[in-house]
């Protein structure tokens, strides 16, 4: 199959440092904020519309900028909707989002669409508690048809129709400290595809010019393309058999057979296994409860990369189950053992200890290593008795080399946690 546009973009900044994820995302977002709620997916009672909310999560330094500078300026050579980036309260972004706008053309809009794009998320809203919480519920586009109110400190916000895609970046140090507990259990994290990196792509000083010529003003023609589409997009399913909808498919409670494409087969059948699974998973983040809409915004998505039509093929929908399943890990990665804040819990600990032990090429670090490195996220004492519970359990084993204690990770847990981390459905 031909590659797509998100394709295309990627393989335009291969000789780039920044992860290929990161293009690769950015080039997702710049396609959601563009159509914005002009194309949907009829869910029998509400309309699934393709705004997203994306962050990438690495270290500092790992270029999570470059990425994110690109899906703004693509959206702005555009030019079919608002973008807000800077510093901001949630206040002004409310503010902005309920004033009319101007598109090409003379034609104004009153509707609250926008695109937040900000290489670091803690940097670009204002510290407010209620922040997270709002964009929260603004994201839900499916449920907020209309008017939208909300009253801040004696300021009231209408906005009619709010969609909004957001694209943004961060590290491990100002997450901690920028997102709560509830952000983790009540809905934020749930509702964000985060990209999670922990190495570049190559090495890159842009001394020299590069052999493929970047012009971000050629690559939006296509976006400005998805622009003259609007409505829905076709069914994945059907009551009777038809030439869209040859492939059957009981429902396993009922019985009753219905039809569906081939896209619609693909999901129907993932669906019914996943459906089962997630009631077996404890998760406090409700990901897993909103993850098949997840997959259907990326498939969508997928499918307007491949060509400007409101059918989502089968190489889409198959793409975006496999790209989400993978994102599960991600919200694994950041989420197990916090609960918002900073403080070195044993829960911390234990996360810090696996994700080293992963990321060694032996799975082993020695007493000396791990003490020195992670000094402060808990005392001599702190790191045994957290050490002390992995190995009751197996999960390492404890080799004596001298004086020298190196402690390396199980074969068997080197598979499990690789599974885990990689957003296996267990």
Known sequence: MNPSWIDEIVKQHEEFEPPLNFWRWSAIASISAVVKDTVWLDRQIFNLYPNIYVMFHADSGLKKGPPVNMAKRLVKAVNNTRIISGRSSIQGILKKLGDAYTTPGGHVVNKAVAFICSSELSSSIVEDKVATTILTDLYDRQYNVGEWQSLLKMETFDLKD??????????????????????????????????HESEGNRSNSLSVPLKTKIDYDKSAQYLKSLTKISGPFQSLGAIEKSEDYPYPFPDKKSGEVKYYSEAGILFESWYNDFDDLRKTIKDSTGTLNRFDSSVLKVAMLLSLARAPTLIIDPESMAEAIVTCEKLLGNIRRITLGKTGGSEATDAVRKTIFIQELLERQNHAISRVQLLKKYWMQGTVKEWDDT???????????EIRYG?????????????????????KMK
């Open 162 to 195: 709010p969609t909004i895609t957001m694209l943004t970046a961060t590290n491990e140090a100002h997450s901690d400290d920028f997102f709560m507990k509830k952000d983790i259990t009540g809905g934020y994290f749930a509702r964000t595809f985060i990209i």
């Open 387 to 397: 050490i002390l519970s992995f190995t009751e359990n197996e999960v390492i084993k």
């Open 403 to 423: 004086n020298q204690i190196v402690y390396e990770m199980t074969e068997k847990s080197i598979v499990e946690f690789k599974e885990f981390f990689g957003g």
